[in-house]
């Protein structure tokens, strides 16, 4: 069953450090989404991805977080420097990237974020 | 604003039924998911639904009510595994997800 890949699949790292986070979506998914979860509340959209285009990106705090999917297929997300306030579970999502029908999104494992 | 609302939390018994609800206002409707979590996990699909009515699947059963802005997701024959947390998104009218907090749902034996 195709998956949504992700790693690291925990990082732990110092304030003002740089962080990475790499996520390759089910193969054929044109549309690819990057979400920041805190515990007990639900997914929030960070940036969407339609090919290598950004869809939305209006929540994105984009003074430290930055996002990339040259080729239409992996995604990177990076975080320079990390704040304390980004210690979340990011998740990857992907979906086919059509117009009407359900556009289920499907979830990759997460990268859980602890910042020091 | 848009808005989700659900319980933060519910318990239930071990093969008994509960039923989760979950209420919204957003600009425009384009369908409503039901997503499952386990602690530490990522979310995974359970069912969608973009017409008024019930769908069965298994176990579950997720109901809306487009004109109320209301859906349920009914568990029944509940099992120690379904322990987790449960999230409604309703896509809105520039198809984007809005997501409610989830609902905690704790199973006893």
């Known amino acids: 069953e195709a998956e949504v890949a992700q790693s690291p699949r925990y990082k732990i790292t110092e304030k003002s450090q740089a962080v990475a986070f790499w996520c390759d979506p089910i193969?054929?998914?044109?549309?690819l989404y990057w979400y920041r979860q805190i515990l007990g509340q639900g997914p929030e959209l960070l940036v969407q991805?339609?090919?290598?285009?950004?869809?939305?990106d209006s929540q994105l705090p984009k003074d430290r977080f930055s996002a990339e999917r040259l080729k239409g297929v992996d995604s990177t997300l990076k975080i320079q420097p990390a704040e304390l306030g980004d210690s979340a579970m990011y998740l990857c999502?992907?979906?086919?990237?059509?117009?009407?029908?359900?556009?289920?999104?499907?979830f990759g494992p997460g990268t859980r974020l602890l910042v020091l | 604003g848009q808005n989700i609302d659900q319980p933060t939390e519910m318990t239930a018994t071990e093969g008994a039924i509960v039923q989760i609800n979950c209420t919204y206002q957003?600009?425009?409707?384009?369908?409503l998911f039901w997503y499952q979590q386990h602690a530490g996990e990522a979310p995974t699909f359970l069912s969608y639904?973009?017409l008024d009515g019930l769908e069965e699947k298994g176990r579950f059963s997720s109901f809306l009510s487009r004109s109320k802005g209301y859906s349920y997701l009914l568990l029944k024959e509940l099992q120690m595994k379904d322990s987790a947390s449960y999230l409604c998104?309703?896509?809105?009218?520039?198809?984007?997800?809005?997501w409610g907090a989830g609902t905690k749902l704790i199973i006893k034996p």
């Open positions: 957003t600009s425009g409707f384009n369908g």
């Open positions: 193969s054929g998914h044109a549309t």
């Open positions: 999502a992907s979906s086919l990237g059509e117009t009407g029908g359900a556009e289920t999104q499907y």
């Open positions: 998104a309703v896509r809105d009218s520039n198809y984007q997800l809005i």
């Open positions: 639904n973009v």
């Open positions: 991805f339609q090919d290598e285009s950004v869809v939305d």
